[in-house]
């Protein structure tokens, strides 16, 4: 979920100047109109990372906009007053009316996470915690607000920096908290955690938008045009007529750069073959044993392979079955749904397929065609592969509970690459079966897939079901880098 | 929320008879329609109290309709196979395809039912499991499923009938269970499980339906008409455009007889003066010593009075104030909203005096207007009124999380009375301010303000907030009624 948020985004101080002047006088004057209309209450959530610029970001948005209808609630602990009251009555006072924006700079979130962290709660009841968040924000959506919450994200390496360069500067060192110096030690439950929170509430009524937060110019800039597209399109919904129902359907967070967690992939990655025969004899090796391991009788594993159309998802994929006996393993290839499938709900052909526990399931091709080729060929509304990100996210973490590894790999290529193993099928007689028209015309749609990766990942990259990325222009690097992954997965898994 | 499914609900053999045949009809095109189109699978859940008729009532449904288009799934204890996959992986394989109808007899519910009442999982598992149910039945709308989920209710005292009259007779002896007995020991913490349950998982997109399981006819045509009326709405709105959101309103279940918890009330209650000195005094020495327990610090009160016109809500209400200390308490009146209420949520304005702990909130008239008279004088669209029962139960659930004790009163008068009352006071001088040409007409109202008390009750009258109908045609009893069950709540719950 944060993968995209620690590829170090820049926006550089030229292009940064040249765009806030525009950007700054439109978000005036739809706050403007906003204020005229006043159908809606504006929320902003500012979570995140500590160091990651919350602060400095509110402190632009009130620069850049009026601040006479910003209302920013900096909530620290609770005073004695509040403390008195049910945990959500500080967060309703502080509610903005129709017309005007309140900034949240510390939320409903806060507390739950802060005490996940320091094990005061159970999962359980952060769980609770969660769903009455859910329930609460959905309220909000349904009295007409408008609610974005801004996750800003730094990696663990990026806040260390941070937080080095604020100490050495005496007039920024106030900033650096010895609270802040205790979390940033516990960093990776953190990361944990807010993970799992922002996947549990980012609904389309209430989306949360992860920004990168270490470079300044790109933290505003993403922040400024997600809340004036957002603005924008809530005062074109209410112009039109009346709605009672809620939005199906988060908005994607504006995109500055043309960073993607795919276009950082180094396809120059390679193994020289004698290499490559002796890493797969090991890995194999080690992938058998782990299969037949005690403990695993206790576990299961769910891989899936998606990848661009002949990235070599078959090759890997039997370089994984020849370590594994052929009793404990299916292998399900996924095609179009079959007549009985088209008439259930769309996971429940693979469902079907789960794996009992001690056994693989690996499926070529898998339920992320719904957020790849159905939404890219237009196979099905956006409603329903909007709202799929959510319901796969469900069904892997059911998975996960019951014990179940689920591994997901990504087999990329260059389309230089892609041409050029096309155009080879198209001469070596016996894999001729393999190339069809539809491949052909995939590769048109070359920018609207790499676009659909980069959201699936964004959206489905969890803690429990992590996407890995696979550099996969050589088959030989690709095939040590799916038995490896799968192999770290499993003893992690078991130990 | 079982209030109205404990009233004895009962249907003759006469009118039963008169009714089946159209009903079998009706329910047998339905069916046909609903395969010919295949557009959605028809998911009924049969949960409830065990004795109350689930069997019978599955059985009848096959009975009625073909069966050929109905797969009724047992769901009893997991098979081995089962208990190699995740939880849900049995109900997934067991959903039908569009175009039939799955009856679930057992289901989702029931485990995590169970396991809390055996205290093998803690609430906020419990919660954890509700909040992915709730997830889950959402998905399967989304898909276009039709979800019913049928609740049968039986009081402890029928349940316990029932079971005598089944053990009595040989051929039916085999029905009950051991672990029925053990079950109906722990009647008390079954119904509070459930309720919260139903509570948490009624959505407009999956509504539970409570029907009182004791009559076996009165059972059958609730089920019946219920599951008709649905088909039919969802049969006409497959046939109109696409639409690509979920509903927003559970559907009311179908009303067999005239019985109602209003209608239960025996109005005539009274007590004589002198008794009714001698017991005010009491009770309100007994308040007094309550709310100034050293534990009520951690306690507090929010007391709403509701309740027909002229029923008396002032003078009860002055009668507990005169109990409390000036300085501890805050009586509301709530009239319309104001300019900057408007501009917000509609419970806000109730969130502002949400009392600190040791201290008392007494609201006349309260948020739920909303669902009384916003929604029978068309003050709010259908959609914003249907959702507030669920909202009003998050809110009320927050604040006893807090401590805070939410005790509800409906003061009940006949109509003859309130006019007998109305009269009066436009007789007598210093009360005629009190009378006004809306109290007129809202005795035209009559029906429509009894049926909205009636669904106000069934949906927020909870373990943790429950709704004491008052008999208000004698003053004095109405007065002592209330200071008495004011007493005994915050009596159990400073305990």
Partial sequence: ?????????????????????????????????????????????????????????????????????????????????????????????????????????????????????????????????????????????????????????????????????????????????????????????????????????????????????????????????????????????????????????????????????LGELDLSLSLPRSEYRSRLEDLQGRLSRLSRHKKFRRRAVVAVFEGNDAAGKGGAIRRVTAALDARFYRLVPIAAPSEEERAQPFLWRFWRHIPPLGHFTIFDRSWYGRVLVERVEGLCPEYDWRRAYGEINDFEAEMDRHGILVVKFWLAVSQEEQFRRFRERGELGYKRFKITDEDWRNRERWDDYAAAVCDMVDRTSTEIAPWTLVEAEDKYWARVRVLETLCDRIEAGLS
């Fill in 1 to 261: 979920m944060f993968e995209a948020a620690e590829l170090g985004h820049k926006v550089s101080k030229k292009d940064y100047s040249a765009e806030v002047p525009a950007l700054r006088e439109a978000l005036l004057d739809a706050q403007q109109e906003l204020a005229e209309r006043s159908t809606c209450p504006v929320i902003l959530l500012i979570g995140g990372v500590d160091g990651a610029g919350k602060g400095e970001t509110v402190n632009t948005l009130n620069f850049w906009m009026d601040p006479r209808g910003i209302r920013t609630n900096a909530m620290g602990a609770p005073t004695e007053e509040e403390r008195l009251r049910p945990r959500m009555w500080r967060f309703w006072r502080a509610l903005p009316p129709r017309g005007s924006i309140g900034i949240f700079f510390g939320s409903w979130y806060t507390a739950p996470i802060v005490q996940r962290a320091h094990e005061r709660i159970d999962q359980a009841a952060f769980d609770q915690q969660m769903d009455e968040i859910v329930r609460f924000e959905r309220m909000l959506a349904d009295e007409g607000a408008l609610i974005l919450k801004f996750w800003f994200h730094l990696s663990r390496k990026q806040q260390r920096k941070r937080f080095e360069k604020l100490a050495k500067d005496p007039s920024t060192r106030w900033r650096v908290s010895d609270a802040d110096r205790e979390n940033a030690k516990r960093y990776d439950r953190f990361r944990a955690i807010s993970e799992h929170a922002l996947r549990l509430t980012s609904q389309a009524w209430a989306p949360w938008i992860v920004v990168e937060g270490s470079d300044r110019r790109y933290r505003e800039l993403v922040t400024g045009r997600t809340l004036l597209e957002a603005l924008r399109e809530r005062l074109r919904m209410d112009a039109g007529p009346a709605v009672t129902s809620t939005p199906a359907a988060p908005p994607a967070p504006a995109r500055v750069d043309e960073r993607t967690v």
